[in-house]
């Protein structure tokens, strides 16, 4: 039968709209520091993909054409216009599947924060190729992380693959809520979601895009900053902003140092 998916949104402030995008197994609560420290000027909106945080766990639907067609309905649902749309880690494939079916449709601007152009790496690739690519997986590692994740040792693994994504900026005490915020999602929902998802070669529908654009990046992160730097190379008019290691330069940087992020996304968002 159909479902009724209901899907968590988050919303603060007034102004010019931005609607940020989580990353894999993330929560739009992650994106608290953003909701309360944008809020002054900006209407935010921060959002939770089905069976993720607050939304409906519901067992289908883990597709990029899926979860695209979630945040399209959220966006009109809303009515948004002249929106800017912030993506961080595989939130951007939703972004970039946006693009990709609805051009520049109620978008003024986009964020890309932190997503390899093509998560998993051909073993034909050169060096340069995947250093460009920024892919972090083989496809045998990437089967192995979905098989561990759907295994009993899916809490450990998730553990571990997000104290790759901190910094000694993030307590022990923030982290441990890190992790709770993503076991909301049933881990067999994310290896189906990184099984599907992680495969996709994103490089010719970054070319392509034509909205101003504003790349972030964190030096230290496990997602390689020389990736990001490719993407903001293949958009023209965009702008590039590195967040260095003693400056909260890894992967979650907007939860490391908010007061910077949120001052480049200021600086980006129209008044």
């Keep these: 039968g159909h479902h009724v998916v209901v899907l968590g949104v988050r919303v603060a402030g007034d102004g010019s709209p931005i609607l940020m995008i989580p990353g894999w197994s993330q929560t739009a609560a992650m994106f608290k520091h953003q909701l309360d420290g944008l809020s002054a000027n900006h209407r935010v909106y921060a959002m939770d993909l089905r069976g993720h945080g607050d939304s409906s766990k519901i067992e289908s639907g883990y597709t990029i054409e899926r979860l695209t067609l979630d945040l399209r309905h959220i966006i009109e649902s809303?009515?948004?216009?002249?929106?800017?749309?912030?993506?961080?880690?595989?939130?951007?494939?939703?972004?970039?599947?946006?693009?990709?079916?609805?051009?520049?449709?109620?978008?003024?601007?986009?964020?890309?924060?932190e997503q390899p152009a093509s998560l998993v790496s051909s073993p034909t690739w050169s060096k340069n190729e995947i250093q460009n690519a920024g892919s972090l997986f083989t496809?045998?590692?990437?089967?192995?992380?979905?098989?561990?994740?759907?295994?009993?040792?899916?809490?450990?693994?998730t553990r571990a693959m997000l104290t790759n994504m901190i910094d000694s900026t993030i307590s022990s005490r923030e982290f441990d809520w890190i992790v709770s915020e993503n076991l909301k999602f049933p881990r067999h929902l994310a290896a189906d979601y990184l099984w599907t998802c992680a495969p996709d070669d994103w490089r010719h529908v970054i070319e392509t895009i034509e909205l101003p654009t504003l790349v972030i990046s964190g030096r230290d992160s496990l997602v390689p900053w020389q990736s990001q730097a490719w993407i903001q190379q293949q958009i023209q008019g965009s702008d590039l902003n590195i967040f260095e290691p003693d400056d909260g330069g890894c992967h979650f940087m907007f939860l490391a140092n908010p007061?910077?992020?949120?001052?480049?996304?200021?600086?980006?968002?129209?008044?």
Excluded at 139 to 154: F, G, R
Excluded at 259 to 271: G, M, S
Aim: hydrophobic share 35%.
């Design 78 to 113: 809303y009515d948004l216009h002249n929106l800017t749309l912030l993506g961080h880690s595989m939130g951007n494939q939703i972004l970039w599947n946006y693009w990709q079916n609805y051009g520049p449709d109620r978008i003024r601007g986009l964020i890309i924060a």
């Design 259 to 271: 007061d910077r992020f949120n001052q480049a996304v200021v600086d980006f968002l129209p008044q």
């Design 139 to 157: 496809h045998e590692e990437l089967q192995e992380t979905c098989q561990n994740l759907k295994s009993d040792q899916a809490e450990q693994v």
